[in-house]
């Protein structure tokens, strides 16, 4: 690719605290030729990733320090994992290794000098599942915790463009979600106006992980799987949550052509804050037979009346694809087929 | 005597900090520290077993198969579900293609980078390695990331996305794939196995698979394989004597990896490279110390302890436990477990050192990418579309379980007590846990420690490369370790 002419390389850190590397690791499957030639095409220099950098121990600690005292122009600051500030607030649950100072204590302290302040994945965003009950480390994401402005950067924090967080929020967001975001930041075209109000990306946050779900025709006739690697709709039984969480999880191809719902994997939401206080993942909790958690933006008597109506006209090829493993009766353009 | 600290020690996967004291340019005692704890064992306490499924994988964002594995195999003990035939063949492929890209991620970027550092500049394969393997910036990532990519498009397939999936379960996988589904994956390995014979090994990964001793690997090297990365890590190895470097403890041991229909594909076993001898791998005779843990001490039987972080223990180092296998520390991983198969080009790599060495563990990672690259494409040509992907799951039975697989790393077991479908035990024994485990309270070192010791640091001190090759020769996933 040939680079994008800048005068100075867009410089970012990228930070690992309390979480599990998969969000390095999905964000390396970008690009034809790979994630290191995608950056340096717009000029984006990693001055030190904990995974993939050169610099180990103290030349690490050098280029840490650089940036601290200014001589190195931060203009992006990625933090990967939680904040633990357990226990009692001392951090000491994840510490720099090499420095007895706490991920907290030098996350604060590089964070008022980038011009940009992202968390990706939902861990740096709002918690993640180490923050899930109860919570054994304090764990928080840099600006949230969980839905409330609780994070470890505090509510009024904002970068020095004026931004709050950014939050590349999901566990793990898919590799575009993070390098698209990034390669925006360094051309400068990203602003308040492209993140919704948690501070996600809008360029995967305008949609709805529902949407372009290959299981939308079960989904209308609620014609419902009830075992997971049943085809049909998982919403009714299998606790999906798509209609509910953004992302465009079903627009993009994740590893090639895959989504959750597609293969079986029902949605836990893992683009929103908090998703990881669920009990019981794989089912819906329901009141009266009624789905507790319906479309974000539909009115329920609307739902309840319509899935009844869809239910009741559901076709047979419908009805029992969804219960198969198999598509077990084709569509046939021009009438059913009897069998 | 100076004591030095190395940290941060990256390219490794998660957290890790090294300890030495150094006597008169000789390392006489390492410490190895885990230095994050998330609390995944007490996070998973009191929630629905099946819950496991979603929760445990995001321990490990480079093994996350491997969990979702130990998971599933846990819940099919506690379920008494046979799994379907296929289900076992898909969980497989995808775990092959886990394990696979985890080495190539371990060789390409967290590994040899090394060579191509300043140190080096003086040897005459320095600017060839350079050019090729500087971190972020050496031509290899043009290749071996898309490569790396292209492969895991089996995870598309199989599991939605990679990593953190809930396609695997207790009966199998989540999807049945269709014709065209098979298909995809036999060009995905096919495409996949290109790359390794035109660019990692340059020659058939059937004449890797075929070398049967040290004589072979040479001969390959300057012959058929001579273009390929494999041979410039050999190359390199033997002018810098990697092979005498990193000494494990002498005992290595394997769960049994990648069950199929009948049986694990590597064999479960514990080998004692001092003896020769080989015996039966016995999960029962595991116990974990927390002598030198950050941990409150707790039962030492995995299937009874619980898990209390105490950051303020007097004389503890690291958030993990030390595992001990009748006492003993036990090296893991793809070096132990085609040593316990019996590969004869591993035996013989062996043989002629006497342990465990730098050297042999990364031919053993790379020999396992051929084999399983083979292995994939068979458990592919396998899957017989006819029938279930998936077997009818039963409700948990309470009780104590484990789920016991191998990771690309080695042995991963999770040990679950089960009461009215929640848990109330929960305790996971990582394969770094394992190969970076802290002192016991008998002050026996655990195997990286005990490969540092001894090791010749001279002036050099935290500065020594050496110490970067024997600690990423174990390609540590320390965000496993300690959880």
Excluded at chain 2, 336 to 355: E, F, S, Y
Aim: charged share 20%; hydrophobic share 45%.
């Amino acid at each position: 690719m040939r680079p994008m002419i800048r005068a100075t390389p867009f410089n970012v850190l990228w930070l690992q605290a309390g979480g599990c590397g998969g969000c390095t690791m999905s964000v390396l499957e970008r690009g034809a030729s790979g994630a290191f030639e995608e950056l340096r095409a717009f000029g984006i220099e990693l001055l030190w990733h904990p995974s993939v950098a050169e610099a180990t121990g103290p030349e690490a600690l050098s280029i840490l320090e650089k940036i601290l005292r200014g001589a190195i122009r931060l203009d992006a600051l990625l933090i990967e994992g939680s904040v633990l500030c357990g226990p009692d607030g001392t951090g000491l649950f994840n510490t720099l290794s090499g420095t007895g100072r706490s991920l907290k204590d030098w996350i604060a302290s590089f964070a008022p000098l980038a011009d940009y302040c992202v968390a990706v994945g939902s861990c740096a965003a709002f918690g993640g599942v180490p923050a899930a009950a109860p919570d054994p480390t304090d764990a928080r994401g840099l600006q949230y915790r969980a839905r409330e402005l609780g994070g470890a950067l505090g509510p009024d924090y904002r970068s020095r463009a004026g931004l709050p967080v950014i939050n590349i929020s999901g566990c793990a967001p898919h590799p575009g979600w993070i390098m698209e975001t990034l390669q925006a930041l360094s051309l400068g075209l990203f602003g308040a106006k492209d993140m919704d109000s948690f501070g996600r990306p809008r360029l995967f946050a305008d949609h709805l992980a529902h949407h372009g779900c290959s299981r939308n025709e079960f989904y209308e006739f609620k014609a419902s799987a009830e075992h997971p690697h049943e085809r049909g709709c998982l919403m009714e039984n299998l606790g999906c949550k798509a209609t509910q969480a953004v992302g465009d999880c079903n627009q993009r191809a994740w590893n090639g052509g895959g989504s959750c719902t597609q293969s079986g994997s029902t949605c836990i939401a893992c683009t929103s804050p908090g998703f990881e206080s669920a009990m019981g993942f794989m089912h819906t909790p329901k009141v009266a037979g009624i789905p507790v958690g319906l479309p974000l933006d539909m009115p329920k008597a609307w739902f309840v009346a319509l899935a009844a109506l869809s239910k009741s006209a559901t076709p047979k090829r419908v009805r029992e694809n969804a219960r198969s493993d198999r598509i077990e009766r084709a569509p046939e353009p021009g009438g059913e087929k009897s069998k | 005597m100076t004591r030095v600290v190395i940290g941060p020690f990256n390219r490794v996967e998660g957290d890790l900090e090294v300890a030495l004291e150094v006597v008169r340019g000789v390392v006489r005692e390492a410490r190895v520290s885990a230095p994050l704890y998330r609390g995944f064992e007490q996070i998973l306490l009191g929630r629905p077993s099946e819950d496991a499924l979603a929760i445990a994988p995001r321990i490990c964002g480079i093994c996350s198969v491997s969990q979702s594995l130990a998971v599933a195999a846990m819940l099919r003990a506690s379920q008494g579900v046979t799994p379907a035939p296929n289900g076992l063949l898909s969980t497989n492929i995808a775990h092959a293609a886990e394990n696979i890209a985890d080495h190539l991620t371990h060789f390409y970027l967290f590994f040899m980078p090394d060579f191509a550092r300043a140190v080096y500049s003086a040897r005459p394969w320095f600017n060839a390695i350079e050019a090729r393997f500087k971190a972020t910036s050496g031509t290899c990532g043009r290749e071996a990331l898309p490569a790396r990519a292209g492969l895991l498009e089996i995870m598309g397939l199989i599991a939605g996305k990679w990593p953190h999936s809930l396609a695997f379960r207790p009966g199998g996988v989540t999807r049945a794939l269709d014709l065209g589904g098979k298909v995809r994956l036999l060009a995905i390995l096919a495409r996949f196995r290109a790359f390794l014979e035109a660019v990692l090994f340059d020659a058939p990964i059937d004449a890797l698979i075929a070398l049967q001793s040290a004589d072979d690997l040479d001969a390959f090297v300057e012959g058929e394989g001579c273009a390929g990365d494999f041979a410039a890590f050999v190359r390199i190895a033997r002018d810098l004597q990697l092979d005498m470097m990193g000494f494990g403890p002498g005992q290595m041991m394997s769960g049994g990896a990648y069950r199929g229909p009948t049986g694990h594909h590597f064999p479960a076993g514990v080998l004692d490279l001092r003896t020769d001898d080989l015996r039966s791998f016995d999960l029962a005779q595991v116990r974990e110390d927390a002598s030198h843990a950050f941990m409150r001490d707790s039962d030492a039987d995995p299937a009874k302890a619980q898990t209390f972080p105490d950051v303020h223990r007097e004389g503890a180092y690291s958030f993990a436990k030390a595992p001990r296998l009748s006492g003993e520390a036990v090296e893991v991983g793809a070096l132990a477990r085609q040593a316990v198969a019996g590969h004869p080009l591993i035996r013989d790599l062996l043989r002629r050192a006497g342990a465990t060495n730098v050297f042999a563990r990364i031919v053993a990672r790379l020999l396992e990418t051929a084999l399983l690259t083979q292995a994939a494409e068979s458990w592919a040509r396998e899957l017989d579309l006819r029938d279930r992907f998936c077997a009818q799951e039963s409700p948990a039975q309470d009780g104590a379980f484990v789920g016991c697989i191998e990771a690309a790393r080695g042995t991963l077991a999770h040990w679950a007590t089960i009461r009215d479908d929640r848990f109330t035990g929960y305790q996971i024994v990582a394969p770094t846990t394992w190969n970076f485990s802290p002192r016991d309270a008998a002050d026996r070192p655990g195997p990286l420690e005990c490969a540092l010791q001894g090791l010749e640091v001279g002036d050099d001190g935290a500065a020594s490369v050496a110490v970067q090759h024997i600690v990423r020769s174990f390609d540590p996933c320390m965000v496993c370790t300690a959880h």
